[in-house]
Every structure is written in structure tokens, then in C-alpha cells.
């Protein structure tokens, strides 16, 4: 009876990770393909932060695109970033902070597309 026990131990032995893989290891951002970014050694995939329609990770540019009423009520920019916020109807954005960016470019269009920004220390 022990002989099935053993056996299911070492197949499940064999699936759990033991170790972070060399393929992925890095010393800079062209040691990585274009759909990851180097952090701490190793190319991993990134997503874009919450507020950020698309972006680049390596760049570190964000586009918030606000294309409807009420889309965007308090845009955050994410620190450090390039930000292009564009808030493109009316009443389309509420706040928008880029106090942690890194520049920011605000585009409102429309009547009250955008009501309260608060910008930062960058362009």
C-alpha cells in the first residue's frame, strides 16, 4: 500500500519550482524581450499601473485616456512616469494628480472635461 504514496510523492516533488530559471536573468533591459522589464536581476512581466490605459514599463511613459462622462473621477499619474492624460468629453475628468511625475501633459476638451489637476515638480 505504501508503494502508490511514495510514487505520487515524487511526482509532485517534481512540479513544485525549486529555483529561478537562468533564461530570465539579466544585467540590463536589452538583456530582456520587449513584452518584460529587468528587475533585480531577472526579466519579468510587468503590467501597466491601475490608472494607465497603456504604457511603456521601460520608458516609463503612461497614457490615462478618459473617452466617456464620469470615465475618469481622480487620475493619479504614477511616480516617476511620462504621463499623457487626456480627458477628451465633458465632465470626462474630475482630479487629476501628477504631483509624483515625472512631466505630465493634461488635454481637456469639452465643457468642465476637467476640473481640479494638481501638478508636480516636473515639465
Do not use: H
Not at 516533488?13 to 513584452?35: I, V, Y
Amino acid at each position: 500500500m505504501r508503494w502508490p504514496v511514495a510514487v505520487l510523492a515524487l511526482a509532485l516533488a517534481g512540479c513544485l519550482p525549486n529555483s529561478r530559471s537562468d533564461e530570465f536573468a539579466c544585467a540590463s533591459q536589452a538583456d530582456c524581450a520587449s513584452d518584460r522589464i529587468c528587475d533585480g536581476g531577472f526579466c519579468i512581466r510587468a503590467e501597466c499601473p491601475d490608472d494607465c490605459s497603456s504604457c511603456d514599463l521601460v520608458a516609463k511613459t503612461c497614457t490615462i485616456a478618459c473617452l466617456g462622462s464620469g470615465d475618469c473621477d481622480n487620475v493619479q499619474c504614477p511616480d516617476g512616469f511620462d504621463c499623457n492624460v487626456l480627458c477628451m468629453v465633458a465632465r470626462a475628468c474630475d482630479n487629476v494628480d501628477c504631483s509624483g511625475a515625472r512631466s505630465c501633459s493634461v488635454t481637456c476638451l469639452g465643457t468642465t472635461a476637467c476640473k481640479d489637476i494638481t501638478c508636480g515638480d516636473g515639465p
